[in-house]
């Protein structure tokens, strides 16, 4: 079955661009009919949707964090990643990927299934 | 933005007993479009419930997903003991958000 994992730096310097990738198992990016989608979750708190990307490249962000984000694609790899740019301490968080079943309405995620195990970014000097 | 609200914050029950779970809407989401998940402690979330009522892929019966407009529900009909964990219901009608979680606790 599909699964996923998230790699990359576990601490930032604020005011850097955190940049994080997720490589998919078990299935094909490109062979489509799912997106690619990043959620945040700040220590003992909620969750937070960050974005999505087709294995075309076609993309969609929340709008709370448009301004800020960048997600890509590599279909070569099976990886797709995570760009957040000019990072503060309110960016600390366990991000994770996900699988997005993209039955949302309009240009909304759908549900997320599977999720990787979730990686722990820490923004700090 | 469609904010969620989960009550309550906390549930207390005994293995055996039945779980009320409570998703309201600040406006209507569309066409069903929520979910529910179960996260653990130090676990990624799991999908339990789709287009608020349809099972995910291996999620046993005792957990149903009820509810339209801006009320919903999940319902676990009689806890195990691994069904005790923090549960969140997630709207994606309009972008997506997700609500502030229900935590099952042991009594």
């Known amino acids: 079955q599909v699964q996923l994992q998230e790699s990359g730096p576990g601490l930032v310097k604020p005011s850097q661009t955190l940049s994080l990738t997720c490589t998919v198992s078990g299935g094909s990016i490109s062979s489509g009919g799912y997106y690619w989608s990043w959620i945040r979750q700040h220590p003992g708190k909620g969750l937070e949707w960050i974005g999505y990307i087709y294995y075309s490249g076609s993309t969609y962000y929340n709008p709370s964090l448009k301004s800020r984000v960048t997600i890509s694609v590599d279909t070569s790899k099976n990886q797709f990643s995570l760009k957040l740019s000019s990072v503060t301490a309110a960016d600390t968080a366990v991000y994770y990927c996900a699988r997005d079943w993209g039955y949302g309405s309009g240009s909304a995620p759908g549900w997320f299934d599977p999720w990787g195990q979730g990686t722990l970014v820490t923004v700090s000097s | 933005e469609i904010v969620l609200t989960q009550s309550p914050g906390t549930l207390s029950l005994s293995p055996g007993e039945r779980a009320t779970l409570s998703c309201r809407a600040s406006?209507?989401?569309?066409?069903?479009?929520l979910a529910w998940y179960q996260q653990k402690p130090g676990q990624a979330p799991r999908l339990l419930i789709y287009?608020?009522?349809s099972r995910a892929t291996g999620i046993p019966d005792r957990f149903s997903g009820s509810g339209s407009g801006t009320d919903f529900t999940l319902t676990i009909s009689r806890l195990e003991p691994e069904d005790f964990a923090v549960y969140y219901c997630?709207?994606?009608?309009?972008?997506?958000?997700f609500g502030p979680g229900t935590k099952v606790d042991i009594k």
């Open positions: 997630q709207q994606y009608g309009s972008s997506s958000t």
């Open positions: 406006q209507s989401v569309s066409s069903s479009y």
């Open positions: 287009g608020a009522s």
